[in-house]
T-cell receptor, first 111, second 115 residues
């Protein structure tokens, strides 16, 4: 069966520090991968998606970037965090045209 | 652009009572529709999906949803709510972009269950 992992589970970072969140999927090949952010009291916003290694599509302009160095690995990064980057970050995977399955999330607090 | 509206931010029901959570969408073509549930501090779990065919879809945990094209709605229902159903529920519409499916979520409905 397929599983999706995210780490760290929680993170507290100062403003201006770098960020690296990791997501890995097991039990499937060539998945589509997604990064979402969930701000307090709001729905989920799609940040990036990837249909293959090195292929990244950005949905909204922001202080973040994404990379996919391996088929089942998706990384969310920032060079300098802003207060507004705080939130709950969710990674998800899907196969072609089908429903998405979500990881457990990373709670990021920027102070 | 597609959009999803969940008009109820917060709903409280008694255990054993029936439940209906509302969802309205805006999408130009035949939509792919989903309901997800999120417990506090957790990821999202898929409850059910609608791609095509029968407009009444059954999901996990006793949930069902009905797609009504004329009303642009996809309301979630459960005949008898259990205390463990307390969570936040998200409706989403999917758009195919090449091989990826991009989801647009509503802002969610928080369900509280009283004993």
């Amino acid at each position: 069966s397929q599983t999706i992992h995210q780490w760290p589970a929680t993170l507290v970072q100062p403003v201006g520090s770098p960020l690296s969140l990791e997501c890995t999927v097991e039990g499937t090949s060539n998945p589509n991968l997604y990064w979402y952010r969930q701000a307090a009291g709001r729905g989920l916003q799609l940040l990036f998606y990837s249909v293959g290694i090195g292929q990244i599509s950005s949905e909204v302009p922001q202080n973040l970037s994404a990379s996919r160095p391996q088929d089942r690995q998706f990384i969310l990064s920032s060079k300098k965090l802003l207060l507004s980057d705080s939130g709950f970050y969710l990674c998800a995977w899907s196969l072609t045209g089908n429903e998405q399955f979500f990881g457990p999330g990373t709670r990021l607090t920027v102070l | 652009a597609q959009s999803v509206t969940q008009p109820d931010i917060h709903i409280t029901v008694s255990e054993g009572a029936s439940l209906e959570l509302r969802c309205n969408y805006s999408y130009g073509a035949t939509p792919y529709l989903f309901w997800y549930v999120q417990s506090p501090g957790q990821g999202l779990q898929l409850l059910l999906k609608y791609f095509s065919g029968d407009t009444l879809v059954q999901g996990i945990k006793g949930f069902e949803a009905e797609f009504k094209r004329s009303q642009s709605s996809f309301n979630l229902r459960k005949p008898s709510v259990h205390w463990s159903d307390a969570a936040e529920y998200f409706c989403a519409v999917g758009e195919l972009t090449g091989t990826a499916s991009k989801l647009t979520f509503g802002t969610g409905t928080r369900l509280q269950v009283t004993l």
